[in-house]
């Protein structure tokens, strides 16, 4: 029969070891902004995203919102067209083969300070039978140009049925709304103004876990 001390030794530890989970969950780690604030970068080069979804569109959808949440927060950002049309003349259409690029010949070629990486991993909608949804969800890295080394990373993800209550109408009327957000979406890329959620969300500067201000914006000092 086990002793007492050994049955308060197995409780103690039981409980160190509950404490130590519950703190672990409770504090999770922030993100270290060390190098970014370093680096202080003015002007970045958007890369076209690499898509993971069978949607064609998502790259030119989400490239084509990304430039405003990153202007509003205080940085120059190269211009959408003039970066596409410099790949393009170079044989570089392919938003794989651009990542694969070294940081120094951006650098050399746009003379930005930072590159931003956006990988999209879902974009569209998927049907069920009494409701769809239309979901994109992206993630992005930034990169100093200067040294290569990696200045900041998040992700952020939209639906447009956040907040939605179907319940109204019972079942027949959520079918019919099902049906007509179907032809809808089949007819227009809906997922398009999901995608500026998304990328707002995810290149919102001052937001927790978010991209730092640039030196262009009022903020700036409160980096």
Known sequence: MPSTFFLRTLKFGALLAVSAWLVGCAAPKSKDYSAFRAAKPASI???PPTNDSPELQ???SVL???TLPLAEGGYY?????????TF??????IAHDIHE????????????????YIRITKYGTSYQVIQSATVVSAEAKLVDLRTGAQLWDGRATASNQEGNNNSGGGLLGMLVTALVNQVISSATDAAHPVAGITTNRLLTAGTPDGLLYGPRSPHYSKN
């Open 45 to 47: 080069l958007v890369l």
């Open 88 to 93: 393009r003349q170079n044989g570089m259409e």
């Open 101 to 116: 690029l070294p940081p120094a010949k951006l650098k050399e070629i746009f003379g930005a300070d930072a590159a931003l």
């Open 77 to 85: 950002v190269m211009p959408v067209t003039l970066v596409s049309e």
């Open 64 to 66: 084509s919102q990304a």
């Open 58 to 60: 998502a790259s030119a």
